[in-house]
Structures are given as C-alpha cells and as structure tokens.
C-alpha cells in the first residue's frame, strides 16, 4: 500500500551518490561544449548512476520553458535567445565523444517559435546520425500546440523513438499542466502511431540511404507518466488504457518527487510492489516494453526498448 508524503521519504527513494571519475568526466564534456542536459535541469535522482554509465539526455533549444508546469524544476519565462545554431553539432559531437549507441534528446517548450523548435530537432537528429552512423535517436518533444507540419518535420528525420509525455492524468491538467491539454498530448501521440504504421507499411517509406532491399522507416512512440501526484490507481489504468488505445507501445512510470516547495506537494510514495502491479496491468493491455518503478524516468535506461528487432537508422 501506498506511503503517505506527510512521512518520511521511503528507503526506496534514497540515492547513492556515485561522483566517479566517469561522471566527472561527462559533467566536464558536458560544461566544455556549453550544453544542456535535462539530467541537471530537471534534478533528475539517476544524474549519478546515468553518468557514472557514461550516458545522458540531452535538453535543446535552451534553459528557459514557455511553459510552467506544477511539477517541473526547468526554469520558465520567455526565452531570451534563438536556438543556437552550433547546437546540433555539439550534440553530436558529444555523442561520438561519450561512444553512444543510443541518444535521447529533449527539449523545453519554446511558444515563442513559429514551429515550437520542431527544426532544430530535425537538426539535431539528423546532426547525430551523420557524425554516429550506429547510433539510435529518441527524441521526447512537447505537445508543440498543434503547430502544423511540426510532427512531420520531427518524424522526416527518422528518429528510431518518437516520445512525448503525458505526465499525469486527465483530472489534474489543469493543475500540474496548465499550459497543455489531455487530449492534445494524446492526439500528438496518436499521429505519430498512425505515421509510424503507414511508414511500416508503405514501399515508399523505405530508407535510400541504407541501401538496396532497405526495410521501410520504423520506429516506436512512447509516452510516460508520474505516480504520486494525487491521482488514484483507477485514475492511472484509465490513462493505460486512452495512451494504448492511441497506438503508444512503449510506457514509463516513475514516482513524482518535489523539486522545490514551490512545486506541487507530494500526495503519496508508491511502494515498488505498486509499481511491479501497474506495469502488469499495462502489459496485459498489449504494450511492447513498459517500464515502473519509483526512480524510473522517461529517459531511464531508454536504451532497453530501442526498436529491436527492428533495424536502426543507417545513414
């Protein structure tokens, strides 16, 4: 059962500190190339066991977010700058310097751009791919507001993931996402499953550049959600059941944790047996790979539900 937040924080949800050599090494890379990774902004609790793994996920178009969520630790206003364009290639450059074989990039959400950033993350994919031949991409990308052609813009540079989060249930938009819609995010994710099986499907979806016989574009949609904000149990199956029907195969759920006071409380700590329960019930829904567990993040270990068996990008 459940741990009400009003006790204290549970020996599940207590991280080891690793500063290795290995993680001093990327927070060096990291600060030389003037790049941002969500790993800091967002205070992610796995910052230590992902660099000490030589591996992160990199956050584009800035440090500022358009929007302000409840929940979030990114600092947000009106960004002040235009994407950089030197970006896309740090990014990756950093990629071949870490030896990646699989790279998640993300993003604030910038408004203040006619296509909400869908190009620079065009850039950056495309970016990694030529530099890192091997490597997979995940992107995970806001709802971008309904900002025409910017899936299709996204999706043109054949990402091998294509995520955008869903964060919490329907009943608490207004307060942990006020500048997003359920259903926009759910819409955006259903897009992007229709393109997938029409690019899985079609001849014409086939990358050139791989070569002769090459199999048509494929790649997955992912989404995730946070425990723990004040939703119920029934509440989060119900999302299970809107985010598979709209075609997601891949799901995270992690444990929300407070940023700051400032940030929405706490309503309650999910036991990892709550966990290991909810990700049941969402594999008995038919997903491919869902992941669960109370310092499970979107980007946490998101190498394990690459599209295997299906081929990687080869440029």
């Avoid at 991409?137 to 052609?149: A, I, Q, R, S």
């Avoid at 048509?216 to 199956?237: C, H, I, N, Q």
């Avoid at 059941?241 to 309503?267: C, M, N």
Wanted: hydrophobic letters at 40%.
């Amino acid at each position: 059962m459940s741990v009400p937040a009003t006790e204290r924080r549970p020996e599940w949800l207590r991280i080891r500190l690793r500063t290795t050599e290995e993680f001093a090494e990327v927070r060096r890379m990291m600060d030389g190339l003037s790049l941002t990774t969500v790993c800091e902004e967002a205070r992610c609790p796995n910052i230590y066991e992902c660099w000490s793994n030589r591996t992160a996920t990199f956050m584009v178009l800035g440090e500022v977010c358009t929007r302000r969520c409840g929940f979030c630790a990114v600092t947000s206003g009106l960004p002040s700058l235009p994407p950089d364009p030197a970006e896309p290639r740090k990014v990756a450059e950093a990629v071949r310097d870490l030896g990646l074989a699989y790279a998640v990039i993300t993003s604030v959400d910038r408004d203040d751009l006619p296509d909400g950033g869908a190009g620079h993350f065009a850039r950056v994919i495309e970016a990694v791919h030529g530099m890192n031949p091997a490597c997979g991409v995940e992107v995970l990308t806001p709802d971008f507001k309904g900002v025409p052609d910017a899936l299709a813009t996204i999706l043109g540079a054949r990402p091998e993931v294509f995520s955008h989060n869903m964060e919490t249930v329907a009943r608490l938009y207004r307060s942990a996402r006020p500048g997003s819609r359920y259903e926009g995010s759910l819409e955006l994710l259903r897009a992007a499953a229709v393109e997938r099986d029409r690019a899985a499907s079609s001849p014409a979806g086939a990358d050139t550049r791989a070569g002769a016989g090459a199999a048509p574009y494929a790649f997955r949609v992912k989404t995730s959600l946070m425990a723990g904000l004040g939703e119920t149990d029934a509440e989060l199956r119900e999302a299970f059941r809107d985010i598979r029907s709209a075609g997601v195969e891949v799901l995270a759920i992690g444990q929300y944790l407070q940023p700051t006071k400032e940030h929405l409380p706490v309503a309650r700590f999910v036991t990892p047996a709550e966990f290991d329960a909810l990700r049941e019930d969402a594999l008995a829904l038919g997903f491919v790979h869902v992941v669960a567990g109370p310092l499970v993040r979107s980007s946490y270990k998101a190498h394990e539900h690459r599209p295997d068996p299906r081929p990687l990008h080869i440029t």
